[in-house]
């Protein structure tokens, strides 16, 4: 959820009207908004729309909430044709090959503005931009260019020019090195033998995306007036939405807005800014049934254009509308319904609890956990709850077994939970080894799910539940686990047979596979003091693991 | 103090009925085969032990043959001297306490607890009980204050109290548990809740993505072949769609679970009961930096509901509902919300009388474009809690990595949660 900071003056002189602190607290929510603190005149809000960037500004917001109170209807914004060109070079098409363009002219730049314009640029391609990834957007002082414009490319070691901030001309190579914002978004150009540039018709360079404006061009102060916008990335679709947003905000300042003619590779042309209304539907009967309301045509026409629709067109209970070109997320009748619905505000409905007779039930496997816990703790011992993910050291190595494959994350955040754990033996040693300090004995146990791979499964992973239980004191032995394991099963009355097994975890000849009716559903014994050892453990610890699912569905069959 | 020795049990079974080697002898006129008396003698193998011991017998091929008749027994005679009271040699007392016919005489009940009349006493032993002696003694006062060695009680982890207590709740009011995977296809965790392949939200900053194992299969074709169509464009939902080539290839890929929703798709794809309610508490996995509100894991409780008559004031309703049963809620409040597979969404934050605002649910209308491609025609309300938040606060942890605490100290000390 995108933070913004707007100024509680600038965003009521917006609206066109002065509200208190609290009556903005109502007002923001027909923005999806909520005021998470106010500092003086300096507000934070949380934008609770990720798929709707034209909310991340002080004029967005400003625009939702005087359409709720003075029924403005749908906003207009003209565009003339401006002198600017944009040529796109064919060999961008593997670095990155696209942008779209507008001009803005007779901004009257304050601070207000300027903050604005920098947090929604800035919120638009982190968020919706994937962090400059799909959509890096430029801003440029206009009278600072010379038309046409080159987007093109440049050799690491080729054209040099002054990064924002810098004084010193620089190779985009010593960009990549040197400047922080180089080595912030380097990664982005990444395997590129020549990297994306856009330079004017005079040679001077007005940035490198996604990394980089040029310190003469791409300064944009209090005292600029017509400014020059690119949106640069791959996905059409991204990059006329983050312009539009920006656009419209811009417009809502005053500004001009003007078109830019951009001639693509293979003789195709594009203009933009676009910023003609859209056509969608409105059905009364459609909006009453999914919201419960009972609205009448006039007053859902009074809900639509608060929330800046306008009707073109009313055909019974069928409504034709326009909706602004900044909004690219109206895919059904159902986005309708929404906008109607907080027009007519969430907190003026009266909640109904839905009158369903359904029988509630819990899973069996949560039953019997559940039941298998209540007998742990009668045999004293304390739950812990492990994370699902592990590493392989401490799957495998720390614990003598050979590697094998486990489920495992590509793209982990930390080496430590990079796989999901296949038995919960580890987990509770590694609990263990955190607590050599407490009081002895320490007895614990764990149930809880692990991952097998299974070829056989849609997803070639198969979940099991299991029970592990561990105990530890100085003269902790073999018996003392396999008479819990004794009450265990007795107290489920199931007979269980013990057979000797090898396993590299566990001292040889203290080792056993637990056995039901021929059935093979756990293993118990004395963990090998070199796994004590590798982690550091100063007591002996024995423990035994079952398959709770194996001896549920055992249970199921006898009963 | 000289010890004074009694009969046990089979000392006085031996001076009433005669020692087993001599009514072996007895019985052993001729030479017989050793099988024939072992049914005839009682305690036959003792009685062949100390027969052949004094060299009153020889066994010879499985026969046993008699030599000699004792005159009389010494043993016997000690017994009986034993039972009247006398004193016997140290030699023979040695034998007897070797055979386990003797044993030293105990102080009866009677006597020790005699011994104790008239003083202030400790220990209340069950014999001062059974003889009624307590009431010549005087019970000394204890010092009430002390405690003896700490227990540590067997008890459940308090996480785990949480879940399911909330369990609990939500089976009363009328929910059925949904299966899950730990591990599912993009398909489920987000194709077949309608987003887009390209969407921002799909990004692999926001989830993991599987190493081993990298591609699953994907489900029946029908579905699959909708759920493309709708992305597409709309299919039949009504739905503009989001306009673009839908890979199947990356539907199959798989990936940790990274919300609760994908158990609500395929629990609608396997087909639902109308009218319908469901949950899941579930774990699920993003690539978070750890801190004080991120945890390597978290648990999602969400949930559907699915009737004909359903609207979005049933949906208020119900997180109404939710906020007072589970959250303890004295005051509600609505937000306009957003999730990219509902619409219209909504925000529920409850005042708890003691931790004041919490922003504790979240809810939506499932879009058509997700319920009509898994066969569902009626509207179905999908609902999150967020509990983490709430067990944070009932178990009084500040830190969301205690939830999942290493520390047994830190166990030991949770009170039970009820």
Known sequence: MPTIEVNQKDLCSLIGRTLSLSQLKEAVLFAKAEIESADGDILKLDSKDTNRPDLWSAEGIAREISGRMKRTGIPEYKTRKSDVKVIVDPKLRNIRPLTVCAVVKNLNITSQVLSQMIQLQEKVSLTFGRNRKEVAIGVYDLHKITPPIRFTTTTPDGIKFIPLEFTKEMTPRQILEQHPKGREFSHLLDGMHEYPIFIDNADEVLSMPPIINSDYTGKVTEDTTDLFIECSGFNPKFLIHALNVIVAALADRGGQLETVDI????????????????????NLDFINRISGLSLTISQLKKLLEQARYSVVKTRGKEIELLYPA?????????????????????????????????????????????????????????????????SKNSLFGSMLLPESDVAEIENYVSKNWNVFRNWLIPGLLNFLSKNKNQEYPQKIFEIGDVVILDRKQETRTRDVRKLACALTHTQTGYEDISSMLDAFFSNLGISCMLARKNHPSFIPGRCAKILVKGTELGIIGEIHPQVLNNRNLERPVVCFELDLEKIFSYIHRNK | MAKTYVLTEEGRKYLEKGLPETNLVNALERPIPINELRSKVENFSIALLWAKKNGWVRLEKGILFPVKKPEKSEVLESLEKISSGHMISEEMLSVLKKRRLIQPKKETLEKKAEKLAGREITNLTPELIKTGLWKKTKLKAYNIHAVGEKIHPGKRHPYSQFLCQVRRKLVEMGFKEM?????????????????????????????????????????????????KATHESGWKTG???????????????????????????????????????????????????????????????????????????????????????????????????????????????????KLGWMEFAGAGIFRPELTLPLGI???????????????????????????????IGMLRKQKILW
């Open chain 1, 263 to 282: 001639q693509l590779p293979g003789g195709r042309k594009l203009i933009t800014p676009d910023l003609r209304p859209k056509k969608t539907k409105a």
């Open chain 1, 326 to 390: 900044y909004r690219q997320d109206i895919m059904h009748m159902a986005d309708v319904a929404e906008d109607v619905i907080i027009s007519y505000g969430y907190n003026k409905i009266k909640p109904e609890q839905p009158k369903l007779a359904t029988i509630g039930r819990q899973n069996e496997i949560e039953t019997f956990s559940e039941v298998c816990a209540q007998l742990m703790i009668g045999l004293g011992c304390q739950e812990v709850i492990s994370y699902i993910l592990t």
């Open chain 2, 179 to 227: 299966p899950g995977h730990l591990i599912e296809s993009e398909f489920w965790n987000f194709d077949a809740l309608y987003q887009a392949q390209d969407h921002p939200s799909r990004d692999w900053t926001q989830t993991y993505s599987l190493k081993i194992p990298n591609s699953g299969s994907l489900p029946a074709r029908k579905i699959v072949s909708q759920v």
């Open chain 2, 239 to 353: 739905s503009t769609g989001w306009g673009y080539k839908w890979d199947p290839r990356k539907a199959a890929k798989l990936m940790p679970r990274a919300h609760t929703t994908a158990c609500s798709a395929r629990q609608l794809a396997s087909g639902v009961e109308i009218p319908g309610k469901y949950f899941a508490i579930s774990r699920c996995f993003r690539p978070d930096v750890i801190d004080a509100t991120h945890g390597v894991e978290f648990n999602q409780t969400e949930g559907i509901v699915i009737d004909p008559s359903l609207t979005f004031k049933n949906l208020l309703g119900l997180l109404e509902q939710f906020a007072v049963e589970i959250a303890g809620a004295e005051d509600i409040r609505f937000y306009p919300d957003y999730y990219p597979f509902t619409e219209p969404s909504c925000q529920l934050s409850a005042k708890h009388p």
């Open chain 2, 377 to 407: 025609k009626e509207p179905v309300i999908a609902w999150g809690l967020g509990i983490d938040r709430l067990a944070m606060f009932k178990l009084e942890i500040r830190d969301i990595r205690n939830l999942f605490t290493s520390s």
